[in-house]
């Protein structure tokens, strides 16, 4: 048995930041125990929150109830409701399939990977989950799971999603990623992540370092921290823009990372010659997004 209460409020905890930049409030009150994976339990959670929290309405804060009860003797239900943007009812069907992308009337980019996923985690515990929805005034989610071992299902789901990725990855191989990021909490994330993934990168413990290793290999994308000694992100990622205007060079994507993310930091950034943002902490999910978007197919 899982206790669903421990691994929302681990998630709540990895959002943090997040959910303090945009002033989301969030309610949850007791969720009931369900029979299911603690990992696959986290990364449901996590990416269901993260979608409430990234399409909310421009001006208005998010705000995310979470609730459980027990329908009946053998399940448990979580109730998870939002007032985001919600989709237009017509694009229920589609909203679980890989890489689709529901047309909300904005240009928030993402993989469209991470409902997928959630629906893939549901079905390996033979559970269910149902959306309610309209354009605009918000979502409902509302998942069932087993509270009990079925007598068909004696093993708990095996650990991962893997199989939802495997059409993602494009010419993984040529891909070289550049990482700059002094803190060892975050360089050992990015290895993890970017190693399951298959890229191969370099770090580098601050900008300047960043900019010699720019200067001798050829890179695909960038992640940058803004808060580095001997050199931060801004000037690193000036000096690497100028060396590109002066060697006649493609312009590298460069994805700031920070913890710190509000509608004045991303324009400030791009002012700054920065490409995109991922919020610390970062998902899956969140990569996911940066190399879709960024790391094209057949480039």
């Known amino acids: 048995m899982v206790d669903l209460n421990k691994e929302i409020k681990n998630v709540l905890s990895d959002l943090d930041v997040r959910i303090e930049s945009s002033e989301a409030i969030i309610n949850l009150k007791e969720l009931p125990s369900a029979y299911a994976d603690p990992v696959q339990m986290r990364q449901l959670f996590l990416n269901l929150l993260?979608?409430?929290?990234?399409?909310?309405?421009?001006?208005?804060?998010?705000?995310?109830n979470i609730k459980g009860y027990r329908p009946d003797k053998k399940n448990v239900s979580i109730v998870i409701t939002d007032n985001g943007l919600g989709f237009d009812k017509k694009d229920a069907s589609r909203m679980f399939l890989p890489f689709e992308r529901l047309d909300n009337g904005t240009k928030i980019s993402g993989t469209g990977i991470g409902l997928a996923t959630v629906k893939k985690i549901i079905d390996r515990h033979n559970g269910t989950i149902h959306t309610i929805s309209n354009l605009g005034k918000g979502s409902i989610f509302i998942i069932t799971l087993q509270s009990v071992l079925?007598?068909?299902?004696?093993t708990l789901p095996d650990e991962g999603c893997e199989d939802v990725f495997f059409h993602f990855e494009s010419n993984i191989e040529s891909k070289k990623i550049l990482i700059a990021e002094?803190?060892?909490?975050?360089?050992?994330?990015?290895?993890t992540k970017l190693k399951e993934l298959g890229y191969s990168f370099d770090i580098a413990e601050n900008g300047l370092a960043a900019l010699e290793l720019y200067k001798k290999n050829q890179y695909d994308l960038i992640f940058m921290d803004c808060d580095m000694p001997v050199m931060d992100g801004?000037?690193?990622?000036?000096?690497?823009?100028a060396w590109e205007i002066k060697h006649n060079l493609s312009r590298c994507p460069i994805i700031i990372a920070s913890q710190l993310i509000t509608y004045e930091d991303i324009e400030l950034y791009k002012d700054s010659g920065m490409d995109d943002c991922i919020p610390k902490p970062f998902s899956f999910d969140d990569l996911l997004d940066v190399f879709r978007v960024w790391l094209k197919k057949g480039d």
């Not at 801004?234 to 823009?241: E, G, H, K, Q, Y």
């Open 150 to 154: 079925s007598e068909s299902k004696s």
């Open 50 to 64: 993260s979608n409430s929290l990234k399409y909310c309405r421009s001006g208005i804060p998010p705000k995310i």
């Open 234 to 241: 801004f000037l690193s990622t000036d000096l690497i823009r």
């Open 182 to 191: 002094d803190s060892l909490k975050y360089q050992t994330i990015f290895s």
